[in-house]
C-alpha cells in the first residue's frame, strides 16, 4: 500500500469530519460508534466535492491510501482508498474499528473465521461470507471477527473511504495482523 500525507481537506470533508467527531466524542462502544459513523458517512458517498482530484489518484504498484484526516487526539481517522483494477489487501485485521464506504466503483470482500489449532488439526482460516459493495454502500465493524480481504471488484478505478478508531497517519496503517494460514 503506498500512503500519502494529509492533503487539502475539501469543504464537504470537513463537514464530514465533524459529524465522525460529534459520534465518537459520544463515548459509545466499538459497535455502536462503527454503526453510528456508516449513517454519517453514506448521504458524503458519491459526491463530486468530497475529494479533491490529487486524493482520487491511484498507483501502478499497489492501492493507495490517501490520509484525509487524522484527529489530533488519535481518536480517529479518515482515509480515501484508491484501487486500480486488480489491486487487493492482503488477509487482515484491524486495530480498532472501522467503516468502508464506496465512493466510485465497486469494492468486493470476502470474510474469514478463524479456526483455532485442535489436537492434531492446524488452525486455519474459513471463508465466510461475500461481499460486493457498490456506490453508497457502506459497513461497519469492531475486532474482534474482523478478519477480511479487499479487493475493486470492477473493471475501473475504485475509491472507497474508510473511517478508522486510531490515528492512521501515526500506524501508518489500521491493519494489526496480516494472516497467511492455509484457508479451507
Known amino acids: 500500500m503506498t500512503t500519502t500525507a494529509p492533503a487539502r481537506t475539501t469543504t464537504r470533508m470537513a463537514a464530514l469530519v465533524r459529524e465522525i467527531r460529534t ?3 459520544r ?9 453510528q459513523v456508516c449513517e454519517h458517512v453514506a448521504p458524503h458517498l458519491g459526491a463530486p466535492d468530497l475529494l479533491t482530484p490529487e486524493q482520487c489518484e491511484g498507483s501502478p504498484e499497489r492501492y493507495r491510501q490517501h490520509v484525509l484526516h487524522a484527529e489530533p ?8 482508498l484508491v484501487w486500480l483494477p486488480g489491486q487487493e489487501t492482503t488477509i487482515h485485521d484491524h486495530v480498532s474499528w472501522c467503516v468502508a464506504g464506496v465512493h466510485q466503483g465497486q469494492e468486493g470482500e470476502l470474510r474469514y473465521r ?3 489449532a485442535t489436537g492434531a488439526s492446524a488452525a486455519c482460516l474459513v471463508p465466510t461470507e461475500t461481499v460486493v459493495n457498490g456506490v453508497g454502500d457502506v459497513c461497519g ?17 475504485a475509491i472507497s473511504i474508510h473511517v478508522y478508531g486510531a490515528d492512521v497517519a501515526r500506524l501508518g496503517s489500521s491493519v494489526r495482523r496480516v494472516y ?5
Open 23 to 25: 459520534v465518537v466524542d
Open 27 to 35: 463515548g459509545l462502544t466499538p459497535e455502536q460508534t462503527a454503526h
Open 73 to 80: 487526539d488519535g481518536s480517529f481517522s479518515v482515509v480515501a
Open 114 to 116: 478463524l479456526v483455532p
Open 141 to 157: 465493524f469492531a475486532p474482534p471477527g474482523d478478519i477480511h480481504k479487499v479487493r475493486n471488484s470492477c473493471g475501473t478505478k
Open 180 to 184: 497467511t494460514l492455509p484457508v479451507d
